[in-house]
């Protein structure tokens, strides 16, 4: 009885594949660089004296015809999943790593019941482990898509999110949304009606297992000085000079966490905000509303601490309302600089930094 052992067993297979190896080196001396194509290009790679200057032999036509079957779809390479060993760089954890600013159009629900469909810019990101090279960008995308033709809510955004992180198998993951979200509204005295666009973010962030929704608004309002407008009526009254106070276009953006329970709209948090600085700009102008909007500035003077926390306290009365920052910047016509002020309630939005282009973020042209 003849015995293997697993060594001999080793030995004999290396020599067939020596053997097959010089066999197919044979072949591939006498072939032309068409034939070894059609074959295999690989083949090219055993001929050590070979000129690879025609490899391979490729054709220049579009293939139409081609269909990609499972076994050919196994074949591509894959190097986003691939093994550790292929991480560059320091093998530590990437707390967001996905995609930015992929657009579609979105249907979102309003305050009075209706629906209305926008642009819609989507941020979607996950966490990645320490040992895995990369993730597939377009799984966010088409884990998204799978719910855009639905009316879109947190609740939605939620299961777009439990989609791609069961899809990435990643342990934190976060959306954003943002959109150009208009509200009809009537100039101050003239009757005249016109749009406002307002910037909105929504953001749904699960990590740790806990997750957040977070809408994020920017208001832009006019802010006139009070320091200037009492030296303005001071030189009215000591001296018989015309002077004017000085105002300017100023931004804030105010990011709120929606407690669960009853729904904070769109319109909600816009009121509340309008509701702390009645002086938002116009749209619809004539010359009643624009002596209208002189007034009601002059009613209304605020330097940008003051603007930060009016804002917090409509933000502080409302029950829907959980965590919150106030980034206001008062884009000053007397100054060639900014004036700018930041508050924030509860730890969501706590940071010792800023990042240094946060207050150009906040600039409105037109």
Not at 98 to 122: C, K, M, Q
Not at 220 to 234: A, F, I, R
Not at 303 to 332: K, M, N
Not at 349 to 354: K, R
Request: charge should be negative; include cysteine.
């Amino acid at each position: 009885m003849n015995v293997h052992t697993a060594e001999i067993d080793a030995m004999t297979r290396r020599k067939e594949a020596e053997e097959a190896l010089a066999r197919l080196r044979d072949w591939a001396v006498q072939a032309t660089p068409e034939e070894i194509a059609d074959l295999d290009p690989a083949i090219s790679r055993l001929l050590p004296d070979a000129v690879l200057a025609n490899y391979p032999a490729l054709r220049r036509e579009y293939p139409e015809e081609f269909e990609v079957d499972g076994e050919y779809k196994d074949s591509l390479p894959d190097l986003q999943n691939g093994p550790a060993s292929l991480i560059r760089g320091a093998k530590r954890v990437i707390q967001h790593v996905g995609i930015s600013n992929f657009r579609l159009p979105i249907r979102f629900h309003r305050r009075d019941a209706s629906d209305l469909t926008l642009e819609t810019s989507v941020t979607g990101t996950v966490s990645l482990e320490a040992e895995k090279k990369g993730i597939n960008m377009s799984r966010i995308m088409r884990s998204f898509y799978k719910h855009a033709e639905k009316t879109f809510s947190f609740e939605v955004i939620d299961a777009a999110l439990e989609d791609y992180k069961a899809d990435l198998d990643s342990f934190d993951a976060r959306i954003q949304m943002r959109f150009s979200y208009p509200v009809k509204l009537p100039s101050l005295r003239s009757g005249l009606e016109g749009f406002q666009y307002y910037d909105i973010a929504l953001e749904l962030i699960e990590t740790a297992g806990t997750r957040k929704k977070i809408m994020h608004l920017d208001y832009v309002y006019s802010s006139t000085c009070p320091c200037s407008l009492e030296l303005s009526e001071h030189a009215r009254q000591f001296r018989g000079q015309l002077a004017t106070p000085h105002s300017q276009r100023s931004v804030a953006r105010i990011s709120v966490e929606a407690r669960p329970g009853a729904i904070l709209w769109f319109e909600d948090l816009i009121d509340m905000a309008r509701t702390a600085v009645p002086t938002e700009t116009q749209v619809m102008v004539k010359r009643e509303d624009e002596q209208a909007f002189a007034e009601l500035n002059a009613a209304n003077p605020i330097f940008v601490e003051d603007a930060t926390r009016l804002f917090a306290q409509q933000l502080e009365d409302d029950p829907r309302v959980g965590d919150f920052r106030i980034v206001a910047s008062h884009q000053e016509s007397l100054h060639s600089h900014d004036a700018v002020s930041i508050l924030t309630e509860g730890d969501t939005f706590s940071s010792e930094s800023i990042d240094p282009k946060l207050f150009n973020t906040l600039y409105h042209v037109g």
